[in-house]
Protein backbone atom coordinates (compact mmCIF):
# COMPACT_ATOMS: atom_id res chain seq x y z
CA UNK A 1 0.00 0.00 0.00
CA UNK A 2 1.66 3.32 -0.72
CA UNK A 3 2.32 6.06 2.01
CA UNK A 4 -0.73 8.14 2.66
CA UNK A 5 1.31 11.31 0.45
CA UNK A 6 1.70 9.59 -2.22
CA UNK A 7 -1.72 7.62 -2.51
CA UNK A 8 -3.43 8.29 -5.72
CA UNK A 9 -7.12 10.06 -5.36
CA UNK A 10 -10.31 8.90 -4.51
CA UNK A 11 -12.27 7.95 -7.66
CA UNK A 12 -15.67 6.70 -8.38
CA UNK A 13 -14.59 3.17 -9.28
CA UNK A 14 -12.54 3.02 -5.71
CA UNK A 15 -16.19 4.83 -4.28
CA UNK A 16 -18.23 1.91 -5.98
CA UNK A 17 -15.76 -0.52 -4.66
CA UNK A 18 -16.53 0.31 -0.41
CA UNK A 19 -19.99 0.48 -1.26
CA UNK A 20 -20.18 -3.31 -3.15
CA UNK A 21 -17.50 -4.68 -0.35
CA UNK A 22 -20.00 -2.85 2.11
CA UNK A 23 -23.10 -4.83 1.03
CA UNK A 24 -21.31 -8.05 0.33
CA UNK A 25 -20.50 -8.49 3.98
CA UNK A 26 -23.58 -7.33 5.15
CA UNK A 27 -25.50 -9.99 3.25
CA UNK A 28 -23.48 -12.67 5.40
CA UNK A 29 -26.05 -12.55 8.52
CA UNK A 30 -28.90 -12.41 6.68
CA UNK A 31 -28.20 -15.36 4.47
CA UNK A 32 -26.78 -17.68 7.44
CA UNK A 33 -30.28 -16.91 9.11
CA UNK A 34 -32.11 -17.64 5.31
CA UNK A 35 -30.04 -20.97 4.64
CA UNK A 36 -32.42 -23.82 5.74
CA UNK A 37 -29.13 -26.01 6.56
CA UNK A 38 -27.00 -26.52 9.59
CA UNK A 39 -24.77 -23.40 11.03
CA UNK A 40 -22.01 -25.76 11.06
CA UNK A 41 -22.26 -27.27 7.19
CA UNK A 42 -22.89 -23.78 6.05
CA UNK A 43 -19.77 -22.88 7.60
CA UNK A 44 -18.18 -26.13 6.36
CA UNK A 45 -19.03 -25.55 2.85
CA UNK A 46 -18.30 -21.70 2.40
CA UNK A 47 -14.70 -22.20 3.39
CA UNK A 48 -13.86 -25.24 1.65
CA UNK A 49 -15.73 -23.70 -1.38
CA UNK A 50 -13.07 -20.60 -1.13
CA UNK A 51 -10.45 -23.06 -1.43
CA UNK A 52 -11.33 -24.73 -4.36
CA UNK A 53 -11.83 -21.22 -6.13
CA UNK A 54 -8.64 -19.35 -4.57
CA UNK A 55 -6.38 -23.11 -4.82
CA UNK A 56 -5.82 -23.40 -8.34
CA UNK A 57 -4.29 -19.68 -8.59
CA UNK A 58 -1.76 -19.83 -5.50
CA UNK A 59 -0.52 -23.20 -6.12
CA UNK A 60 0.13 -22.12 -9.67
CA UNK A 61 2.15 -18.57 -8.81
CA UNK A 62 2.80 -19.72 -5.10
CA UNK A 63 4.29 -23.43 -5.42
CA UNK A 64 8.05 -22.14 -4.34
CA UNK A 65 6.08 -20.67 -0.94
CA UNK A 66 4.36 -23.63 -0.13
CA UNK A 67 7.73 -26.08 -0.26
CA UNK A 68 9.41 -23.09 2.03
CA UNK A 69 6.80 -23.57 4.31
CA UNK A 70 7.32 -27.14 3.82
CA UNK A 71 11.16 -26.86 4.90
CA UNK A 72 12.91 -26.29 8.17
CA UNK A 73 13.38 -22.25 7.28
CA UNK A 74 9.56 -22.11 7.01
CA UNK A 75 8.35 -24.46 9.69
CA UNK A 76 7.44 -21.73 12.18
CA UNK A 77 5.27 -19.53 9.23
CA UNK A 78 3.14 -22.55 8.52
CA UNK A 79 2.41 -23.23 11.95
CA UNK A 80 1.13 -19.90 13.11
CA UNK A 81 -0.57 -20.34 9.55
CA UNK A 82 -2.48 -23.86 11.15
CA UNK A 83 -3.22 -21.71 14.28
CA UNK A 84 -4.94 -19.35 12.29
CA UNK A 85 -7.17 -21.92 10.93
CA UNK A 86 -7.48 -23.28 13.60
CA UNK A 87 -8.93 -19.52 15.28
CA UNK A 88 -10.74 -19.22 12.25
CA UNK A 89 -13.05 -22.01 12.50
CA UNK A 90 -13.53 -21.55 16.13
CA UNK A 91 -14.63 -18.13 15.16
CA UNK A 92 -17.02 -19.43 12.67
CA UNK A 93 -18.14 -22.48 14.78
CA UNK A 94 -19.38 -19.70 17.28
CA UNK A 95 -20.64 -16.23 15.30
CA UNK A 96 -22.20 -18.70 12.28
CA UNK A 97 -24.55 -20.87 15.18
CA UNK A 98 -25.16 -17.51 16.54
CA UNK A 99 -26.80 -15.57 13.88
CA UNK A 100 -29.52 -18.87 13.92
CA UNK A 101 -30.13 -18.55 17.73
CA UNK A 102 -30.60 -14.46 18.20
CA UNK A 103 -31.25 -11.44 15.96
CA UNK A 104 -29.04 -10.59 12.69
CA UNK A 105 -28.58 -7.34 14.38
CA UNK A 106 -26.99 -7.98 17.40
CA UNK A 107 -24.88 -11.05 16.07
CA UNK A 108 -23.17 -8.98 13.97
CA UNK A 109 -23.09 -6.53 16.48
CA UNK A 110 -21.32 -8.25 18.76
CA UNK A 111 -18.70 -10.40 16.91
CA UNK A 112 -17.93 -6.89 15.53
CA UNK A 113 -16.63 -6.52 19.08
CA UNK A 114 -12.95 -7.94 17.48
CA UNK A 115 -10.82 -4.78 17.62
CA UNK A 116 -11.85 -4.85 21.18
CA UNK A 117 -10.05 -8.13 21.96
CA UNK A 118 -7.31 -7.56 19.78
CA UNK A 119 -6.50 -4.38 21.75
CA UNK A 120 -6.05 -6.56 25.12
CA UNK A 121 -4.13 -9.57 23.07
CA UNK A 122 -1.83 -6.69 22.14
CA UNK A 123 -1.79 -5.52 25.90
CA UNK A 124 -0.95 -8.85 26.85
CA UNK A 125 1.57 -9.22 24.83
CA UNK A 126 3.40 -6.08 26.12
CA UNK A 127 2.12 -3.34 23.81
CA UNK A 128 1.01 -0.05 25.20
CA UNK A 129 -2.62 0.98 24.84
CA UNK A 130 -3.26 4.76 24.90
CA UNK A 131 -6.12 6.25 27.19
CA UNK A 132 -8.52 6.77 24.31
CA UNK A 133 -8.71 3.05 23.27
CA UNK A 134 -9.46 2.06 27.10
CA UNK A 135 -12.14 4.62 26.50
CA UNK A 136 -13.85 3.18 23.20
CA UNK A 137 -13.21 -0.50 25.25
CA UNK A 138 -15.44 1.00 28.03
CA UNK A 139 -17.98 2.23 25.54
CA UNK A 140 -17.90 -0.84 23.76
CA UNK A 141 -18.77 -3.23 26.90
CA UNK A 142 -21.51 -1.26 27.98
CA UNK A 143 -23.15 -1.36 24.83
CA UNK A 144 -22.70 -5.27 24.29
CA UNK A 145 -24.20 -5.44 28.27
CA UNK A 146 -27.44 -3.17 27.09
CA UNK A 147 -27.78 -5.30 23.91
CA UNK A 148 -27.25 -8.76 25.09
CA UNK A 149 -29.27 -7.49 28.00
CA UNK A 150 -32.03 -6.67 25.81
CA UNK A 151 -32.40 -10.12 24.75
CA UNK A 152 -33.24 -11.67 28.20
CA UNK A 153 -36.32 -10.99 28.17
CA UNK A 154 -37.32 -12.58 24.54
CA UNK A 155 -35.52 -15.71 25.21
CA UNK A 156 -32.78 -17.47 26.74
CA UNK A 157 -31.57 -18.93 22.99
CA UNK A 158 -31.10 -15.40 22.28
CA UNK A 159 -28.78 -14.64 25.31
CA UNK A 160 -26.52 -17.98 24.30
CA UNK A 161 -26.52 -16.13 20.39
CA UNK A 162 -25.29 -13.31 22.03
CA UNK A 163 -22.56 -15.03 24.02
CA UNK A 164 -21.68 -17.12 20.98
CA UNK A 165 -21.41 -14.13 18.70
CA UNK A 166 -18.56 -12.64 21.65
CA UNK A 167 -16.83 -15.46 21.53
CA UNK A 168 -16.77 -15.64 17.63
CA UNK A 169 -15.16 -12.11 17.70
CA UNK A 170 -12.94 -12.78 20.46
CA UNK A 171 -11.74 -15.67 18.12
CA UNK A 172 -11.72 -13.73 15.68
CA UNK A 173 -9.36 -11.26 17.38
CA UNK A 174 -6.66 -14.51 17.55
CA UNK A 175 -7.17 -15.49 14.15
CA UNK A 176 -5.75 -12.03 13.22
CA UNK A 177 -2.92 -12.13 15.75
CA UNK A 178 -1.77 -15.48 14.31
CA UNK A 179 -2.25 -14.22 11.21
CA UNK A 180 -0.14 -11.13 11.33
CA UNK A 181 2.69 -13.23 12.45
CA UNK A 182 2.00 -15.78 9.12
CA UNK A 183 1.92 -12.51 7.31
CA UNK A 184 5.03 -11.12 8.09
CA UNK A 185 6.98 -13.26 5.38
CA UNK A 186 3.72 -14.91 3.35
CA UNK A 187 1.63 -13.75 0.81
CA UNK A 188 -1.86 -13.29 0.91
CA UNK A 189 -2.87 -15.82 -1.35
CA UNK A 190 -0.97 -18.43 0.01
CA UNK A 191 -1.59 -17.94 3.69
CA UNK A 192 -5.38 -17.19 2.69
CA UNK A 193 -5.46 -20.89 0.72
CA UNK A 194 -3.73 -22.66 3.71
CA UNK A 195 -5.77 -20.83 6.54
CA UNK A 196 -9.21 -21.51 4.61
CA UNK A 197 -8.29 -25.15 3.83
CA UNK A 198 -6.87 -25.89 7.85
CA UNK A 199 -10.80 -24.28 8.93
CA UNK A 200 -12.76 -26.01 6.40
CA UNK A 201 -10.97 -29.56 7.60
CA UNK A 202 -11.58 -28.63 11.56
CA UNK A 203 -15.06 -27.99 10.79
CA UNK A 204 -15.19 -31.08 8.52
CA UNK A 205 -14.16 -33.49 11.41
CA UNK A 206 -16.47 -31.20 13.67
CA UNK A 207 -20.15 -32.13 11.87
CA UNK A 208 -18.70 -35.74 11.25
CA UNK A 209 -18.38 -36.51 15.03
CA UNK A 210 -21.41 -34.03 15.83
CA UNK A 211 -23.59 -35.95 13.15
CA UNK A 212 -24.28 -32.18 11.47
CA UNK A 213 -25.90 -32.95 8.13
CA UNK A 214 -23.79 -31.78 5.09
CA UNK A 215 -25.62 -32.73 1.83
CA UNK A 216 -29.47 -32.57 0.87
CA UNK A 217 -30.19 -29.17 1.00
CA UNK A 218 -33.03 -27.56 -1.22
CA UNK A 219 -31.64 -25.61 -3.90
CA UNK A 220 -32.80 -21.83 -2.22
CA UNK A 221 -29.91 -22.80 0.93
CA UNK A 222 -26.97 -24.12 -1.89
CA UNK A 223 -27.22 -20.51 -3.50
CA UNK A 224 -27.47 -18.34 0.05
CA UNK A 225 -23.89 -20.64 0.03
CA UNK A 226 -22.26 -20.38 -2.62
CA UNK A 227 -24.16 -16.41 -2.21
CA UNK A 228 -21.82 -16.28 1.06
CA UNK A 229 -18.56 -17.45 -0.54
CA UNK A 230 -19.08 -15.18 -3.61
CA UNK A 231 -19.87 -12.38 -1.54
CA UNK A 232 -18.35 -11.89 2.13
CA UNK A 233 -15.87 -14.72 1.77
CA UNK A 234 -14.37 -13.39 -1.57
CA UNK A 235 -16.11 -10.37 -3.00
CA UNK A 236 -15.72 -8.32 0.20
CA UNK A 237 -12.49 -8.67 0.93
CA UNK A 238 -11.15 -8.33 -2.90
CA UNK A 239 -12.74 -5.04 -2.41
CA UNK A 240 -11.53 -3.78 0.47
CA UNK A 241 -8.12 -4.97 -0.03
CA UNK A 242 -8.45 -2.79 -3.59
CA UNK A 243 -9.93 0.51 -1.64
CA UNK A 244 -6.59 0.28 0.21
CA UNK A 245 -4.76 1.93 -2.52
CA UNK A 246 -6.70 5.04 -2.33
CA UNK A 247 -7.99 4.85 0.83
CA UNK A 248 -6.17 4.45 4.78
CA UNK A 249 -6.42 1.47 6.51
CA UNK A 250 -8.15 3.50 9.49
CA UNK A 251 -10.73 4.17 6.90
CA UNK A 252 -11.30 0.42 5.66
CA UNK A 253 -11.63 -0.08 9.19
CA UNK A 254 -14.30 1.85 10.09
CA UNK A 255 -15.90 1.46 6.96
CA UNK A 256 -16.03 -2.43 7.95
CA UNK A 257 -18.34 -1.58 10.50
CA UNK A 258 -21.11 -0.18 8.77
CA UNK A 259 -21.64 -3.85 7.81
CA UNK A 260 -23.96 -3.77 11.39
CA UNK A 261 -26.55 -1.55 9.89
CA UNK A 262 -26.38 -2.94 6.97
CA UNK A 263 -27.31 -6.71 8.29
CA UNK A 264 -29.73 -5.36 10.22
CA UNK A 265 -31.56 -3.12 7.43
CA UNK A 266 -31.10 -6.86 5.18
CA UNK A 267 -32.82 -8.75 8.01
CA UNK A 268 -35.50 -5.87 8.85
CA UNK A 269 -36.50 -5.94 4.61
CA UNK A 270 -36.17 -9.73 3.69
CA UNK A 271 -36.26 -11.73 6.88
CA UNK A 272 -38.64 -9.11 8.98
CA UNK A 273 -36.57 -8.89 11.95
CA UNK A 274 -37.32 -5.53 13.28
CA UNK A 275 -34.68 -4.12 15.73
CA UNK A 276 -35.63 -3.50 19.33
CA UNK A 277 -35.04 -0.17 20.87
CA UNK A 278 -32.72 -0.85 23.50
CA UNK A 279 -30.83 -3.22 21.15
CA UNK A 280 -30.60 -0.25 19.02
CA UNK A 281 -28.56 1.85 21.30
CA UNK A 282 -26.80 -1.03 22.92
CA UNK A 283 -25.22 -1.55 19.23
CA UNK A 284 -25.16 2.30 18.82
CA UNK A 285 -23.23 2.39 21.54
CA UNK A 286 -20.74 -0.96 20.89
CA UNK A 287 -19.94 0.63 17.07
CA UNK A 288 -18.98 3.85 18.96
CA UNK A 289 -17.37 1.76 20.71
CA UNK A 290 -15.05 0.47 18.12
CA UNK A 291 -14.81 2.75 16.45
CA UNK A 292 -12.72 4.80 19.30
CA UNK A 293 -10.41 1.53 19.27
CA UNK A 294 -9.50 1.34 15.66
CA UNK A 295 -9.07 4.92 15.31
CA UNK A 296 -7.03 5.35 18.87
CA UNK A 297 -5.12 2.39 17.84
CA UNK A 298 -4.35 3.55 14.29
CA UNK A 299 -2.80 6.45 15.97
CA UNK A 300 -0.01 4.86 17.45
CA UNK A 301 0.00 1.44 15.46
CA UNK A 302 3.48 0.48 16.11
CA UNK A 303 2.83 -0.21 20.36
CA UNK A 304 -0.75 -0.57 20.67
CA UNK A 305 -2.96 -2.22 17.74
CA UNK A 306 -1.47 -4.86 15.15
CA UNK A 307 -1.51 -3.13 11.59
CA UNK A 308 -4.34 -5.77 10.47
CA UNK A 309 -6.59 -5.45 13.71
CA UNK A 310 -9.69 -4.68 11.46
CA UNK A 311 -13.08 -6.52 12.09
CA UNK A 312 -13.52 -9.92 10.48
CA UNK A 313 -16.20 -9.93 8.20
CA UNK A 314 -19.10 -12.40 8.51
Excluded at 25 to 54: E, G
Excluded at 282 to 303: D, E, I, N
Aim: glycine share 10%; proline share 6%.
Amino acid sequence: MPPASHRPPLDPLTTGAVGLAVVAVSSSAPLIAYAAAPALAIAFWRNLLAVAVLSPFSLARRRAEFRALVGRAGRREGLFCVLSGVALAAHFAAWMPSVQLTSVAAATALVATQPVWQGLIARAQGRRLPPVVWVGIAVTVGGAVIATGADVGISAKAVVGDLLAVAGGVFGAVYTAFGERARASISTTTYTTICYGICALILLVICLLGGVRLTGFDGRTWLAILALVAGAQLLGHSMFNYALHRIPATTVSVLILLEVPGAALLAWVWLEQSPRPYALLGMSLLLVGVAVVVLGGRRTAPTALPTDATPLNG
